[in-house]
């Protein structure tokens, strides 16, 4: 534009040239011809005439206020005094002017106005700025003020030409008027105001006039530099030879003003944009453009070679703003046609789009180690950008988290559908497709290899896959399909589908490329969930196989159990009910920390090593300190080179219930303690000292004793019941002590309420519960006998046993029962010391022991043939189905178990 205009100007013939040659004329005259020049002479006379009518307007306006200003203010300074306190206590004092005089004059001097006086009804004066005058009558109308009035004057006094006020006084008591005060100014005091603001007035009216011919001489240069001091007939004729360019060029021409409207247009532009007849003057927004051309081109920003689709026209837009060196707001544009170039964009867009669709799949597919939600995510991502209807068909065995054949035979399951329309002829989800031989899919799946399909209508071998369904498919409107097999670490998991119908382009080579691209991905994610579906399977199966499958019988304890696994994966919790000489009981709840396979594996050692340290009869904190032992000698192997991950944590609570004594002895290491519910509902938890977790090592475990009363029900936990993300241990234990004493007397019941008030929609950790009811072995079923140290004292017991055994009803096992306690009984006196105890309870089984205060245990061994003793505890061992020691504080009880018979 600009080097079009300078351009245009330089053609034309300057004013020196013109003429024949004539004289040229002065510079002045040259300059006051030009446009600028007649543009200064005429802002230059509108300016003056403007400061001339502005300063003669002030100082008409001022001496038209003056006399307002007076009436104003004397009125104003009245009333102001007539109201002041303390006036009417003066005017009805016996000196009325001592006090007002003082007062009006302070008042007169602060207030500017030439007198204040104050008079009675009777218009005589109280106080006046001359002494002399005060006690005669006031000069002047003041009658109404003394009905409620209030009275302006304009007068000629003896100090000159003044306004005055006369305002009543009124008694706030009663109402009435007891005088009037009056005040004056003189108008040649307030003249005397303006007319010492009149040098500032012209001054700055001389300064405005000189800043506007400033600014106008500036303006004026400004103008001479851009006509380049044409006259009006030159620059008329340079913007016709400016139009004619403007309208004769290939190439579109718009500008725009800084407000979005559409200020020119050239042909080329019109017919580009397709503009109506009056687009000039109108916002670009309401010229029915397309939304980003309209966008773009009243954004008023500047771009360069920007890429416009509008219409079937592919337009090249350059944009720069006018503003830039001072220029007004606004922006001129460039149009030029591309359409050849559409084709390239359309590719490009394609490609585009393709990029789009790939990293959203990215993100939305494999969101979950799940294989059908993973099948789901991949059909509604391609849904309906790339495609109508997807389908997903995994293996069967792929569902397990098992790897299939290479074979194409395999029956398939649909896992996923997604379509634009939800009811449809295709298989449903949940079908069972067996992919029959000779088919395309059959070839994809035996190739591994993607098949384009572009026109269903006029193929025919797919057909013989179910041609039923197949026509439907037609009818339905499909017209075109991808069939891509979804392989991922050279395993054949399944096959996709995209389907294209009623309108939607036919698939192409393009589309197929992008099809394989993203089912490649959604293949790694499916194969993944895969994996993870055949670990947690395989953990899952180790974990179950690796807990109780039920519990042994025992008349102790009534026990339930609840074990919920972690929604996550599987966790290291376990709990044990393990029977014990002596009608006792062991209770066992345990912890690993951890999920996952190496959890559960440590867990299956814990628990193995539990049993085999029960089987030693020990107390509960000696058994938790050798399963300490046994930790901290797994995390030294683990922890060697080439072992496996160490225990990160476990914990453990170990409890024997004794339903002879109804003692519970408790020992727990890092993990949280019991809960008592006493048979009247209340609960309370155990006070068990707390021990280290397992597997620090060195630290003492401490044991504690509770007598529970029949009928009360011990509940041991994991910590997962009680402590979460969103809660900690306080709350959850006071959560499980509300739902103990809500709960049922049953196990069972407790189980159920338990679980039902602190297990949450989706646990993180695994829970395992153990309720037991306690019971006690009554009286007439426990014999016992003191023995002296004496081997003649064995035929009185063996006789006590058999009168015993006749009470009870065992009399086949009387015989037995006597070898038995003859052997133990001979041994403790032969090698124990006194006192020597026997003790028969009939449970279950029937239990022989027989205790003393010797710590020393016997051995069993087997006697050689000419040997006359060393057969007595063989004996035991063949007659008893199991003996055994177990020490106590004060020495060692020796017992032995028979099953009954006759009972």
């Known amino acids: 534009m600009a080097r079009l205009m300078a351009r245009s100007s330089a053609d034309l013939p300057t004013g020196r040239g013109r003429r024949g040659g004539r004289r040229p004329r002065p510079r002045l005259l040259r300059w006051m011809r030009s446009v600028a020049g007649q543009v200064f002479a005429l802002q230059v006379v509108v300016v003056l005439l403007l400061v001339l009518a502005a300063v003669l307007a002030l100082v008409l306006e001022s001496h038209r206020d003056s006399t307002a200003e007076a009436r104003d203010r004397s009125v104003a300074v009245a009333q102001t005094f007539a109201n002041s306190p303390g006036i009417v206590a003066a005017m009805q004092s016996p000196d009325p002017t001592a006090i007002l005089q003082p007062r009006a004059q302070a008042a007169r001097v602060a207030s500017g106005v030439d007198f204040i006086v104050v008079i009675n009804p009777d218009g005589i004066r109280y106080t006046h700025p001359l002494t002399d005058r005060i006690g005669k009558k006031f000069v002047g109308t003041y009658e109404p003020a003394l009905n409620g009035q209030v009275v302006t004057q304009q007068l000629t006094g003896t100090i000159g030409p003044l306004v005055q006020a006369v305002v009543p006084i009124y008694n706030p008591a009663n109402g009435q008027i007891i005088g009037a005060v009056s005040a004056g100014i003189t108008i040649s005091r307030v003249n005397g105001v303006v007319d010492h603001q009149l040098p500032l007035v012209f001054g700055t009216a001389a300064g405005a006039l000189a800043l506007a011919t400033t600014g106008t001489a500036l303006a004026s240069r400004r103008v001479l530099r851009q006509t380049r001091g044409l006259g009006p007939a030159e620059m008329t004729r340079m913007y016709e030879h ?23 247009a050239n042909d080329e532009a019109r017919r580009l944009l397709r503009l109506p007849a009056d687009a000039e003057g109108r916002a670009v927004t309401d010229l029915g453009l397309d939304d980003e051309a309209a966008e773009l081109l ?8 920007r890429v416009l689709l509008t219409g079937d026209r592919l337009l090249v837009v350059n944009i720069r703003t006018t503003d830039r060196n001072g220029g007004p707001p606004g922006s ?51 849904v309906p950008r790339f495609a109508d209807y997807v389908t997903v068909d995994l293996a069967e065995v792929v569902l397990r988290g098992e790897e299939p054949a290479p074979s194409s035979g395999a029956p398939m399951r649909r896992v996923a559908f997604s379509g634009v329309r939800a009811r449809s002829p295709f298989y449903p989800v949940g079908e069972l497709i067996t992919i029959r031989p000779a088919t395309p899919q059959a070839w994809s799946l035996e190739t591994g290899r993607a098949v384009l399909d572009s026109d269903l209508a006029s193929s025919t071998d797919w057909l013989a896959q179910d041609p039923e369904r197949a026509g439907r498919l037609l009818e339905f409107g499909v017209h075109s399909v991808v069939r891509v097999p979804l392989r991922a670490r050279g395993v054949l998991l399944g096959i996709a589908k995209f389907w294209r119908s009623d309108a939607s382009e036919r698939f192409d080579q393009d589309d197929l490329s992008l099809a394989e691209e993203l089912v490649a991905r959604a ?47 599987v966790s290291g919790d376990w709990f044990d009910v393990i029977p014990l000489p002596g009608a006792r009981v062991a209770l066992v709840v345990g912890d690993v920390v951890g999920h996952g396979l190496h959890a559960a594996a440590t867990m299956g050692r814990l628990r193995t090593a539990v049993h085999n340290f029960s089987t030693l009869d020990l107390p509960p904190d000696e058994l938790l300190g050798h399963l300490d032992d046994l930790v901290n000698r797994l995390d030294q192997d683990q922890t060697a080179p080439g072992g496996a991950d160490a225990v990160t944590g476990a914990s453990c609570l170990y409890a024997i219930y004794d339903p002879v004594s109804r003692i519970c002895t408790m020992a727990r290491a890092g993990h949280p303690p019991p809960a008592l519910v006493h048979p009247d509902g209340t609960v309370e938890f155990a006070d068990v000292p707390a021990g280290p977790p397992l597997g620090l090592g060195g630290l003492p475990f401490f044991a504690a004793d509770l007598e529970v009363p029949e009928g009360s029900r011990l509940v041991l936990y994991t910590d997962g019941l009680v402590e979460d993300r969103e809660r900690d241990i306080d709350e959850g234990l006071e959560l499980l002590r509300q739902a103990l004493e809500s709960s049922g007397p049953g196990p069972e019941e407790t189980c159920e309420a338990v679980l039902a008030a602190l297990l949450p929609d989706h646990p993180t950790d695994d829970v395992a519960l153990l309720v037991a009811r306690t019971r006690v072995l009554a009286a007439d079923r426990i014999a016992e006998w003191d023995v002296p140290s004496d081997p003649a004292a064995v035929s009185d017991a063996r006789a006590a046993v058999s009168r015993q055994l006749a009470l009870w009803g065992l009399e086949e096992m009387a015989f037995v029962t006597e070898l038995i306690l003859s052997e133990l009984i001979t041994n403790a006196i032969r090698y124990a010391t006194e006192p020597i105890r026997v003790r028969l309870l009939h449970d279950r089984s029937l239990i022989c022991e027989v205790s003393d205060s010797s710590s020393t245990s016997p051995h069993l061994r087997y006697a050689a043939t000419m040997d006359e003793g060393g057969r007595g505890l ?23 178990e028979q099953a009954l018979i006759g009972e």
């Not at 004996?875 to 020495?891: D, I, K, M, P, S």
Request: hydrophobic share 45%.
């Open 298 to 305: 009243a954004s008023g920003r500047g771009v360069s070679d």
């Open 332 to 382: 001129v544009a460039t149009l030029r046609d591309s359409t050849e170039l559409h084709a390239v964009s359309d590719t490009a867009q394609a490609a585009r789009r393709g990029l789009k669709l790939l990293y959203d799949a990215t993100v939305a597919v494999g969101t979950t180690l799940d294989v059908t939600r993973t099948a789901e995510e991949l059909a509604q991502v391609a």
């Open 523 to 569: 293949a790694v994610c499916v194969d993944n969930a895969r994996r993870y579906t055949r670990e947690h399977a395989m953990a899952m199966t180790l974990q179950r196989s690796l807990l109780p499958h039920g519990l042994p019988e025992q008349n102790a304890l009534e026990v339930a159990h609840r074990y919920r696994a972690a929604q996550a994966g």
């Open 242 to 264: 400016h139009d004619a360019v403007l309208h004769a060029v290939r190439e579109g021409v718009l500008i725009i003003g800084g407000d979005g409207v559409l200020l020119l």
């Open 874 to 896: 063989f004996l035991v061992a063949q007659f008893a189905e199991r003996w055994g020691t177990r020490y106590t504080a004060t020495g060692k009880v020796i017992w032995a």
